[in-house]
């Protein structure tokens, strides 16, 4: 709910506390080839789990699985994400045609929806915004907007497919502190797919690396990051050390 000071109230979360997501042998395909292949995934309320891997090696793939977005894809497995999602892309994919507000709530019932959507938008700092039309904001507040179209939905999963990927490194690195303030305060679930393995390492409590439909790494975050970073990039396949350091793109793939 909004409250006076502006700011949407977390709902208390009902129900057991299972978890956010719960995978197993999750395998999707296309045109016969193998790209999830047998995969498990526990993803506990509220953990920010970072998804690394080549290009190619499956992240979206299992990240549209997560999000449901793959009834035309075939597969198999088991696959329990019992409370709410919520999508972030790359690209904000806010109507164009649509004020900033009417973007936020589109879809969203209930009368207190603009209420919330203002808060939202003043939570993501772009309160007063409310009336601005999309092509008048920046990247960065464009995707500002996608994460307060996220959150007024309350959601207990956030998946996010590469949401800094097209943002110049400043930004990103606001963004991150936001998304950090946001989770802090709202306490989703986090599966982030980046190539970034810095932004992996600076926002997850869990970092995994997909290679070929499978995880192949599965560390936990936030006490040695060096040690970290060495494991992940070892996992990767990448040799040495750079800042930012990209992940590498598979032979003949794209970046
Ligand atoms: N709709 C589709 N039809 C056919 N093949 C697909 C489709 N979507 C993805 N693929 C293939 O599945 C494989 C995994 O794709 P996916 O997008 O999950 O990889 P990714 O790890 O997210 O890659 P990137 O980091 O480049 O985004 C790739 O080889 C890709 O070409």
């Not at 599965?218 to 970073?229: F, I, Q, V, Y």
Request: aromatic share 2%; charged share 25%; glycine share 12%.
């Amino acid at each position: 709910m909004a409250t006076l000071a502006g700011r949407l109230t977390p709902e208390p979360r009902s129900g057991a506390p299972g978890p956010a997501v719960r995978a197993r042998a999750l395998s999707r395909g296309y045109g016969g080839r193998v790209v999830l292949d047998r995969l498990d995934l526990d993803v506990a309320p509220g953990e920010f789990v970072a998804l690394l891997g080549r290009s190619g090696s499956g992240k979206s793939t299992l990240l549209r699985a997560l999000a449901r977005l793959d009834d035309d894809t075939p597969g198999s497995g088991d696959l329990d994400v019992p409370g709410r999602r919520a999508v972030v892309f790359q690209d904000a994919r806010l109507l164009p045609w649509a004020r900033v507000l009417d973007n936020v709530v589109l879809g969203l019932p209930g009368a207190g929806a603009r209420a919330r959507g203002a808060a939202a938008l003043d939570e993501v700092g772009l309160g007063g915004r409310e009336r601005a039309w999309p092509g008048e904001l920046s990247g960065g507040e464009q995707q500002r907007v996608a994460l307060a179209r996220s959150l007024v939905r309350d959601p207990a999963l956030l998946l996010a497919d590469e949401p800094f990927g097209a943002l110049d490194a400043l930004t990103r690195l606001r963004m991150h502190a936001l998304l950090r303030e946001l989770c802090a305060r709202h306490r989703p679930a986090v599966v982030l797919v980046t190539h970034d393995v810095d932004e992996a390492v600076a926002l997850a409590d869990r970092v995994l690396v997909v290679d070929e439909g499978r995880i192949v790494l599965d560390r936990p975050a936030g006490t040695d990051a060096a040690a970290l970073r060495a494991d992940l990039l070892g996992a990767l396949g990448v040799e040495a050390p750079h800042h930012p350091v990209p992940v590498p793109t598979r032979p003949g793939g794209t970046p």
